[in-house]
C-alpha cells in the first residue's frame, strides 16, 4: 500500500509517521520517501485506520 502524505519535510517526520503506523500494527515494514510525498506500507491494518493515525500526528493523507 502506498500513501501520499503532505507535510512531512525531515527526519521527525519520518519517526512521526512510522511510529503511527506501528501503533496500529507493530510488524508493519514503512518506507518513507520524503521528497516525493510517500508512505510505501506492509501492513495488515486497513488505509483508513493508517489514514486516520497519520492525520493524528498532523499530516494530511491526500485521496
Do not use: P
Not at 493508517?50 to 491526500?62: P, R
Amino acid at each position: 500500500m502506498v500513501l501520499k502524505v503532505e507535510g512531512m519535510s525531515c527526519g521527525h517526520c519520518v519517526r512521526a509517521v512510522t511510529d503511527a503506523v506501528h501503533a496500529r500494527d507493530a510488524a508493519a515494514k514503512v518506507a518513507i520517501d520524503l521528497a516525493a510525498g510517500t508512505v510505501t506500507l506492509q501492513t495488515v491494518a486497513s488505509r483508513a485506520a493508517l489514514a486516520e493515525a497519520i492525520a493524528a500526528e498532523g499530516y494530511v493523507v491526500a485521496g
